[in-house]
């Protein structure tokens, strides 16, 4: 018979004594867990949703504006250097953009592209006597930062010479899926109208880049640069530094958008809802503590026949510890499960509409916590154990 | 085999000092057994305490088989408990989630000897318990019981066994049947000093020792 089967059948025997213990490491492993889990699925529904903010960082070109005059009499503004940023600088862009997130961000892959970079071209123009900006964009990039946009009717381009509308640019033009539509030296065909955003967009017609470009004769030219590098902690500052510095021509510009401050108001809900979690695992820890302080009162007789037949200290301290390590497990476990049941109680309730799902991850995380909180709480009482008297632990019988 | 010399036990200080037992010798041969009676507050579980490492001395030493065994550390009291000494309570002091074999192993699995389990069913079987061994204390009578403490008290073959009272909570006849079996057992050759308060029990030892106010009053040699 091995010591790990002697205290075994001792747990069985005080079944309720120990479940009770059990129940005190539940309660805080099961905050924790129910914690982290809704605050895991709430920060995946804030990051998806501050991703339909766009870009974080946006190119302009260096251009810089001086105002002239003679005394009082203001001369207008003069213009010094391009209107336009070269195309071919993108690279340069991506490499700068995806070495800095690398750095920062060690656990995003290393391979491929990570930022999105969408260049455009903004081209005033006439169609049908009215005045209209014309962009010109990178369908797939664009869609990567537009999120939000939605095709109302037709649909999104994939092909040269098409064209999608803004919604009030589709009503004020009256053009329709399939109308023919020139600009400049080129024909676009009508494809598809956007549903209305309530910005700039809505009064815009978009066509592929480089279809633009060839129109108005503006090969290897973009008017700005979106770029998203969206993630937490991504150093958006620190790429737009770094941006400005080695690539001249152009002016990057951190887009300070909600982005930061929503994450910044994610991570402190996180921390406020993990002190209560830890206030929470204390107080089981002191049940926990309570239960086996008195479960070793109670236990002083068999403490005291065990080392009266021969267990030295240490082995009195190696059962209470397997006891520590069956009620840590026993809570660990149920903790994990309790606490995943109560996210999808309480997660739905506080990030709404949110979809909890199981974390497993975490199973380990409430496992090793619950093992440390039992175990914790065993110290002390197993040292009082240890120094229990043999003759002193019938005496009080 | 066993030698006490002068020893004393003192509780408390000043008005509140009690001496438990005052300047007290004794020998004991191998396979020797003695009662030890006399009063309550006498000091005969006082004296068993300190021959069996459970309490210290104030001065004096207890000797067994050449070696000092009242100035031992605790590891060193440990080793005595695994081999040399044994006890066997008037509580019986079974372990409530165990059943009688693995109470009687119970010691076994403290110091690591696993392969001793024939040995174990062998002196349930001697304490005429071999078809209850898969009970557990509650399903047993108080007689049964004792009669567990002993094999447990025997399975690591003690050169010494101490017994407090072993029949003092039994009625006559189960009383009677644990006084055989340690009739039996020092036939056998295992020593043994039992604390009793029951002229019977007292009579079935080689000699009885009688103790008042810690001190040995009177020394009885019974007749085989």
Redesign the interface.
């Known amino acids: 018979?091995?010591?790990y089967q002697?205290v075994l059948?001792?747990i069985?025997?005080?079944k309720r004594r120990v479940l009770y213990a059990i129940l005190g490491v539940v309660i805080g492993t099961m905050t924790v867990v129910g914690i982290l889990t809704t605050a895991t699925a709430g920060q995946a529904k804030i990051t998806a949703q501050l991703e339909k903010y766009g870009a974080n960082l946006s190119l302009l070109p260096a251009v810089k504006s001086f105002d002239t005059g003679l005394g009082t009499l203001n001369l207008g503004t003069i213009n010094v250097g391009d209107n336009y940023i070269a195309e071919d600088k993108i690279p340069q862009i991506r490499q700068i953009t995806d070495t800095l997130i690398r750095k920062y961000r060690p656990d995003i892959s290393t391979e491929g592209n990570i930022s999105t970079i969408a260049p455009t071209l903004f081209i005033g123009t006439d169609v049908k006597g009215n005045s209209v900006v014309v962009a010109g964009i990178d369908p797939e990039e664009e869609s990567q930062i537009k999120t939000w946009w939605v095709v109302s009717q037709g649909k999104y381009l994939d092909g040269a010479d098409q064209a999608l509308l803004g919604g009030q640019t589709a009503t004020l033009l009256d053009l329709k899926i399939g109308d023919r539509l020139d600009l400049n030296t080129t024909t676009f065909t009508v494809v598809g109208i956007l549903e209305d955003s309530g910005s700039d967009e809505d009064y815009q017609i978009f066509v592929p880049l480089s279809t633009l470009q060839n129109a108005f004769d503006k090969e290897g030219l973009v008017s700005s640069i979106d770029v998203r590098a969206l993630c937490n902690g991504c150093p958006v500052e620190v790429i737009a530094t770094a941006l400005n510095q080695d690539i001249p021509g152009i002016r990057a510009v951190a887009v300070k958008q909600v982005a930061a401050a929503e994450m910044g108001m994610l991570e402190k809900i996180n921390t406020f809802m993990l002190a209560i979690a830890g206030v929470t695992l204390i107080v089981g820890g002191f049940g926990v503590f309570n239960t086996l302080m008195t479960s070793i009162s109670e236990r002083k007789?068999?403490i005291?026949?065990?080392?009266?037949?021969?267990?030295?200290?240490s082995?009195i301290i190696k059962a209470l510890v397997y006891e520590a390590a069956v009620v840590g497990a026993g809570g660990g476990i149920l903790g994990y499960i309790m606490g995943t049941a109560l996210a999808f109680a309480i997660g739905p309730i506080i990030f709404e509409g949110t979809a909890i799902s199981f974390v497993p991850i975490y199973l380990p995380v409430a496992f090793g916590l619950a093992l440390c909180i039992a175990v914790l709480a065993t110290l002390y009482p197993a040292i009082r154990a240890m120094k229990i008297?043999?003759?002193d632990s019938?005496a009080s019988? | 085999m066993l030698e006490i010399k002068n020893i004393s036990k003192v509780y408390g200080n000043g008005e509140n000092k009690v001496t438990a037992l005052n300047n007290l010798s004794l020998t004991l041969e191998k396979g020797g057994y003695i009662a030890v009676m006399g009063p309550s507050g006498s000091g005969k579980s006082t004296l068993l305490?300190v021959i069996g490492g459970?309490?210290h001395l104030t001065s004096g030493e207890v000797v067994l088989e050449g070696e000092r065994i009242d100035n031992l550390n605790?590891?060193e009291l440990?080793r005595l408990?695994?081999g040399k000494i044994?006890?066997v309570?008037q509580?019986y002091?079974?372990?409530?989630?165990?059943t009688a074999l693995?109470n009687v192993?119970?010691?076994?699995?403290?110091?690591g000897s696993?392969g001793k389990k024939p040995r174990a069913m062998e002196l349930l079987e001697g304490v005429g318990l071999g078809k209850r061994i898969h009970h557990k204390p509650n399903e047993l009578s108080g007689g049964e019981q004792q009669r567990v403490a002993i094999a447990?008290a025997l399975v690591?073959d003690p050169v010494l066994t101490l017994a407090d009272e072993p029949t003092g909570n039994m009625d006559q006849k189960n009383g009677r049947a644990i006084l055989d079996l340690f009739d039996r057992l020092n036939k056998n050759g295992q020593t043994i000093i039992m604390v009793t308060h029951n002229p019977e029990a007292a009579r079935r030892a080689k000699k009885i020792v009688v103790l008042e106010d810690g001190q040995i009053v009177d020394q009885i040699l019974n007749n085989e």
């Open positions: 018979m091995k010591l002697v059948k001792d069985l025997r005080r007789k068999d005291g026949i065990m080392r009266a037949v021969g267990a030295s200290r082995q008297k043999v003759a019938f019988l | 305490n459970l309490d605790e590891n440990v408990r695994r044994s006890y309570f509580q002091h079974l372990l409530r989630s165990l693995e192993l119970l010691p076994l699995t403290f110091c696993d447990r690591n």
